[in-house]
């Protein structure tokens, strides 16, 4: 929590008002209690006539080492050719410190700040925001009444060079899927051909998900899908998007789909589901003839409106029930959803957005795309639900960011242009007094 | 290597020979060059009125770390209720040294030693003895010219109390699947439903291998294995066998055949495969919503007479190549076999095996049950082929030693006795001297 002291500290110097709050601890599944990170609520302008704008960003990051495929150091900020690497330069300690970069200058320029600013910077977005819904249900009526609208810049650009503004994101459903044989490991020389063995039941489940074409194979998946409007596919068309630059940016050779739209819609707005390994199995180079008691398969579903959580959890809870009691195994089969985070979708025509889209305009020179986001950041749906604001997504780093990946980086150039269209942005939306205490955009999904 | 030291200087302290062979280096799939631990190989009493005995033996161990679920520190022997607990207990380090014990008892007594003593000590065997055939190649008309037979007790009772002598193991091929998409992992959310996951394409193939009732499904797999006749089965009938006990020694509550021969014929005499792993995919607690770049499936085949190796490697990889072929996956498949051990089989009704039984009545008061083994001793089929000397495999260790597992121990009661049983096969095989220069008994796999 280096980089919390720092943006607290960096807050303070700026003469916010800087409050940590503790969100007490969290109960593990085997009863054991974490502590978790304190969430900083910062407080910087009073002036009634000034429009409130609430900046959100998070300080954690997802694990990273070296020996996964790092060339620096994953937690040491290293620049090779106007690029800084580094685990969260991108998600999210980069954006974090752009925001804040941005006031200093109308500090350091000694300008009068147009906007008041709060800011909410958390510590446990990557596992969920334990802790922080919560927090905005106690704050709605406190830290967030005089809010008007709130920000959030923890996602991608669509090009690598090409700044974009974003309009919705998928929820994200984690599942545990766990089959357990007997209470310890065995040799397969001495119980190989004769048990069930746990780690052969979890495959078949595994591979019961999904089919070779990316299609989820849950009965009932997509029943609460979102109808695909013509107009809706229209703003698809107009989008600018790279295939091949894509392609090269993640060093995937073919995507299961060849055309722009059908890739972005499938990204975007239908759901998907990912399998990310199996803890508890033999995992190490070389070889362990091992046949594992106790494994526990996990994946997820980026889940989108109108799906319901409660409902794609039973789902998949059914699904796996039956396609297990097909096998006829003594192991113990169980299957838990350990965070569910909810879908969001803001409306492209709301001022805010085109304030945003101006101050791209101005820095950048060209009109961003409008885009929704594959992965989930809960919090904008959150913010919306809770706080009943306006929420928007700002994006400042690019395509091959390589968020959650090895070699995490920003650029230097959008480091620094990020800063600017921050600064851009804070003079178009004091522009937009009137229009922002008007009622906030619906609510477009549940 | 601590063990390997112990071992060389009881060795040098009883008078014998002791030599240590250099035994050269291992090239790494990625090139790199891993120096082997030595062998050593010793030499006690030339007396030409004796036979002369070789007794194998290894040191290495099976992974273990304390967090896997031992109770104890794997590396620090504790005794709790009359057991030893710690890794190589019971596989191999115990019958090494009771071996060794079983000599010096000899010295210790001022008794004369009745037969002349040949020593090899390995520390590869768990990672398939690289390096050892080159060794008994180069030493079968050397250090092996004047050993009657060899015995090796790297193996375990099929009972808790009841002794049993071994008369044949299963082979081991063990495989590497590796699945290659990107060059990078990727973040479920900005390529969740567009990629081919090659965690997903790897998840299919190992589905593909075995059905729920254990059969495997690799075409021509079984078109080699022995046929089963109907002396063979009688042999089975009578052995001593307790299921239950056998449940739970393993903590398994229902094995996939319900009668003692079946289980026993697809433990001994069938081929089985396990499946161990996924090396490259998130193991850790908790959630990563990772796409991983490339995955590595192991799994391995236990296979008996007749199958051959190059026949089965063979069909592994046409199974495979045809399963993946239909997913038309733009991902990378290799598969490859870094490991293939050959079954053995022994023949009961020789001299030998005869000593070794009356022995056991000696010490134990009960005649041993006659047993195959499931797991893989490859040099017992080594030392067969090449030197063509007899071999016997003589196990100390119980049913519920937990020899790959958590918890490995050998218990006060087997140590001791084990150590007699040595002192009194001594005594019986010195009265076979005729018997033991008649031709070794024929091979009887491939």
């Known amino acids: 929590m280096q980089m919390m002291a720092l943006a607290a500290s960096k807050l303070a110097a700026l003469g916010a008002t800087v409050n940590s709050v503790n969100l007490g601890s969290h109960q593990l599944p085997d009863g054991q209690h974490l502590p978790l990170p304190p969430v900083i609520l910062g407080e910087l302008g009073k002036d009634p006539q000034n429009p409130t704008v609430c900046f959100y960003g998070h300080v954690d990051v997802q694990p990273a080492r070296r020996e996964d ?25 980069g954006p974090v410190l752009a925001w804040i970069n941005a006031v200093e200058t109308f500090r350091a320029l000694k300008l009068a700040i147009p906007v008041n600013f709060k800011f909410i910077i958390e510590g446990m977005e990557e596992a969920g925001s334990l802790g922080l819904e919560k927090l905005l249900e106690e704050e709605k009526q406190c830290f967030f009444s005089g809010v008007d609208f709130i920000v959030i810049s923890d996602n991608l650009w669509l090009s690598k060079k090409k700044p974009a503004l974003t309009y919705g994101t998928r929820g994200n459903a984690c599942f545990f899927v766990e089959v357990e044989g007997g209470d310890k490991d065995l040799h397969s020389g001495t119980f190989g051909g004769i048990v069930h063995e746990p780690l052969m039941d979890l495959i078949a489940l595994l591979d019961s998900l999904v089919d070779p074409t990316g299609h989820i194979q849950i009965p009932g998946i997509y029943d609460s899908v979102a109808a695909l409007t013509e107009e809706e596919r229209k703003l698809y068309e107009s989008i600018e998007y790279d295939i091949e630059e894509h392609k090269n940016n993640s060093g995937v050779k073919k995507f299961l789909y060849s055309s722009k739209e059908e890739i972005l819609l499938h990204l975007w707005r239908y759901p998907s589901l990912s399998i990310h390994g199996i803890e508890g199995a033999f995992h190490e180079p070389g070889i362990k003839t091992v046949i594992p008691a106790k494994v526990i398969g996990k994946f997820s579903i980026r889940q989108v409106p109108y799906m319901d959580l409660s409902v794609v959890k039973q789902q998949v809870e059914e699904h796996l029930k039956n396609v297990f009691s097909k096998r006829n195994s003594p192991n113990k089969l169980k299957v838990s959803m350990p965070l569910g985070a909810k879908p969001w979708v803001a409306d492209v025509n709301d001022p805010l957005y085109k304030a945003a889209r101006r101050a791209i305009k101005t820095v950048f020179g060209e009109d961003p795309d409008f885009i929704r986001d594959g992965s989930t950041i809960p919090i904008a749906r959150l913010f919306q639900s809770i706080t009943q604001k306006r929420v928007i997504m700002f994006p400042i780093g690019a395509a091959d960011a390589g968020e959650h990946s090895q070699n995490e980086k920003i650029s230097r150039h959008n480091y620094i242009e990020g800063t600017k269209v921050f600064a851009a942005f804070f003079l178009e939306i004091s522009k937009l007094r ?9 609510e477009t999904n549940n």
């Open 434 to 442: 009137g229009q922002l205490h008007e009622t906030s955009s619906p």
């Open 69 to 93: 495929g790092w060339k620096t150091d994953p937690y040491t900020l290293t620049e090779i050719d106007g690029n800084l690497y580094g685990r969260g330069s991108t998600d999210n300690k």
